[in-house]
């Protein structure tokens, strides 16, 4: 039988493997989530969120165990991986809270004596979810999934199976029913027979996007239902009248999160003309005394990239991208020792056409772009493939809204990073995905929104 292996990004240390199931065991499961859906589905809101807020206790209460996993399997700082836990229990809360009133009825006016939209679950949906968020990831999509009275299977990475096991015993632990959400050990190449399953009427996932093109084009042949959140090349429109202390703040923090990992990450800087120097300039001081280390030390601002593949597919990329005539201001080399370390990295003078622009760059790695003015600016941000998030830093709110209205991409935040948060929407458009995760709009991706007429 072959295994899923863990290991420590920071070592390079193996920290334990786990048994992968059968394709038969793993339909097994998934009979048993249809078992599961056709009582699970009866529950009221109010039963379903007594569970999640059971949860959400569990989260809080085991943080420091499930953030010291975190760290361990894929490499994010303990401080970071805290919040993230954090960060499900309080989505357990909000949609515990609002989940009842967000999918309540809407009575229609119309000629019939009564008419009206009502919303109902759909079956077992299946999760593919990646390694960057081991927790939050999962959380996202099974809190409003299973709200709304759906059951849910995982398929989490490879690499970060303690935190999938985690999460399946945090749902023991909170008191859902069995079956209700389970995780399914497989490898990548045993998803097509997974999602082809009769009781799988819809597929989640959050990767790249070949992955997610692969899962749709799975999932669309047997027209089952997909939400996808792919990857991300965010554009910042730093403006002529922007605070530098604040914009290379945020610059760098944007960067150096989650080591660099994440998708809605602040990744393009487009910086007009009358500040870029000052802007490059400053940016690579503070990078530069970022520290880089054991992702378990209080005072390590960012850790290795989650595996070593990883390191050597951002290190090529950016030897690609000097080799193309970009500059390469700071960083850029593969540091000695082990784990899968790289340091902040600064490429500048890009243009369209450059592996760093064109491309998402997923570790710490800053593409600086000069842009003369506004309309170039604009221009510049939406020449992506991608539109997961974007952003504009400036002194003038009013204008800072209106170019963030023509940026093209799901979510734009003015003088602050792109986060999620469960009160919005959040997705992408282009090779970003489709479809939205969080907020009334993410928990209605699930369900039947059937009309009904009465004469």
Avoid at 393 to 421: H, M, P, R, Y
Wanted: net charge negative.
């Amino acid at each position: 039988m072959s295994k899923s292996v863990s290991i420590n990004p920071a070592t390079g240390e193996t920290i334990a493997s786990y048994d992968r199931i059968s394709i038969q065991e793993a339909i097994s499961k998934i009979e048993k989530a249809q078992v599961a859906f056709k009582k699970w589905k009866t529950t009221t809101y109010a039963e379903r969120a007594k569970l999640f807020y059971k949860l959400a206790d569990v989260f809080e209460e085991n943080k420091e165990d499930y953030a010291q996993l975190a760290t361990s399997e894929m490499g994010k700082t303990t401080d970071q991986a805290k919040k993230e836990v954090e960060k499900c229990a309080w989505i357990c809360r909000y949609y515990a809270e609002h989940s009842a009133n967000l999918l309540k009825d809407v009575l229609v006016d119309t000629e019939a004596s009564k008419s009206y939209v009502t919303y109902q679950p759909l079956g077992v949906i299946l999760a593919v979810m990646p390694w960057n968020f081991p927790f939050y990831q999962v959380i996202r999509f099974a809190v409003p999934a299973l709200m709304a009275g759906n059951t849910g299977v995982l398929k989490h990475a490879s690499n970060v199976q303690g935190c999938a096991m985690a999460l399946e015993d945090a749902m023991r632990k909170a008191g859902f029913p069995e079956g209700v959400f389970m995780n399914l050990n497989l490898p990548s190449d045993a998803m097509e027979s997974v999602i082809a399953h009769e009781h799988i009427v819809a597929v989640t996932l959050t990767g790249s996007a070949p992955a997610g093109k692969s899962v749709a084009s799975i999932a669309g042949k047997h027209l089952k239902k997909t939400v996808l959140e792919l990857g991300g090349s965010d554009a910042y429109i730093i403006m002529a009248d922007a605070d530098l202390e604040m914009a290379t703040d945020l610059a760098t923090q944007g960067r150096l999160q989650n080591n660099g990992q994440t998708c809605i990450a602040a990744k393009r800087f487009i910086v007009l003309d009358a500040i870029y120097d000052d802007f490059l300039k400053l940016f690579t001081e503070k990078m530069k005394r970022a520290k880089m280390g054991d992702p378990t030390h209080k005072d390590t601002l960012y850790g290795p990239l989650a595996r070593l593949d990883l390191r050597e597919e951002l290190h090529q990329q950016v030897e690609k991208t000097i080799a193309q005539g970009g500059t390469l201001v700071l960083g850029g080399k593969i540091p000695e020792g082990k784990g899968a370390y790289y340091p902040a990295t600064i490429l500048a003078d890009l243009k369209p056409g450059m592996e760093a622009f064109d491309e998402e760059l997923f570790g710490p790695v800053a593409s600086v772009i000069r842009a003369t003015n506004d309309t170039e600016a604009m221009a510049l941000a939406n020449n992506s493939k991608f539109g997961l998030g974007a952003g504009v830093i400036t002194s003038n709110k009013e204008k800072g809204e209106a170019l963030a209205l023509q940026l093209e991409a799901g979510n734009c935040f003015v003088n602050k990073l792109v986060a999620s948060d469960p009160r919005l929407p959040f997705g992408g458009v282009k090779e970003s995905g489709y479809g939205r995760e969080l907020s009334g709009y993410g928990i209605k991706e699930f369900v039947n929104t059937k009309s009904v007429w009465i004469d």
